[in-house]
């Protein structure tokens, strides 16, 4: 994780930044202090980057690199304002010799739009493109990681990453929205998570699919109340944070979370 001593939204790059409204830093900050202490709480280690002055968005840290089993993709920023963060994780990776770094030659936005699932068929990538990551990138990482990643087409803006519209509850199970995806794209997740935890635009729209989970404790916004109760009724527990301030840029739990897969 990475604090948002700098956030700020100063451009606008996806479709709920509006830089004509002031963020509260010192909300920002005790919100994010308070999703970290929740996942130390519920017994996770938190590596904490530090914070770079001119990079606003770094505390969505998710979207700095993906890494499976000690390897490391590293991302490779579309828009020129967040190109420096993947330096900034790329740095963090190298300084730990537990991890094998793969810089990348395609665009793709880390774990934003990759999702592992260690134990669906053997396991598998999900990997969204249609906004920030290209669909090369997604062959890209089939070889650096060596895990079959299929392919996911997002076609509504508002949903801009995979991790808007689509999260992992457990090594084999997920919960999306469907109209996130393009129609083939809903078959291919149907016919892989015929079990899977379905959620409508309400549900998106609170950013309740940008969450965190351990496999029984799912951690999301205070604003996704149905989004809570759909994942309790699946034999989850979820854990509400409030993350109001981080959503105006257009993220929440877990854009503010690298998983650290060693």
Known sequence: MCPPEHFTVEYAINPWMDTTVAVDAGLALKQWEQLR????????????????????????????????????????????????????????????ETWKFIAPEHVNEGEGDFAYLPGAYGGIVLAGYGFRTEPSAHAEAQEVLGRPVVSLRLVDPAFYHLDTALAALDDRHVTYYPGAFSPASQRVLAQLFPDAVLADREDAEAFGLNLVSDGRNVILNTEAVAMGRKVRNAGYLPVHVDLSELKRGGGSVKCAVAELRP
Request: proline share 7%; aromatic share 12%.
């Open 37 to 96: 202490t929740t996942l130390t709480g519920l017994g996770h280690v938190v590596h904490v980057l530090d914070p770079e002055p001119g990079l606003p968005d770094m505390v969505y840290s998710a979207n700095g690199a993906f890494s499976v089993d000690g390897t490391v993709y590293g991302a490779r920023f579309l828009y020129p304002q967040r190109a420096a963060e993947a330096v900034a994780h790329q740095a963090f990776y190298l300084a730990e």
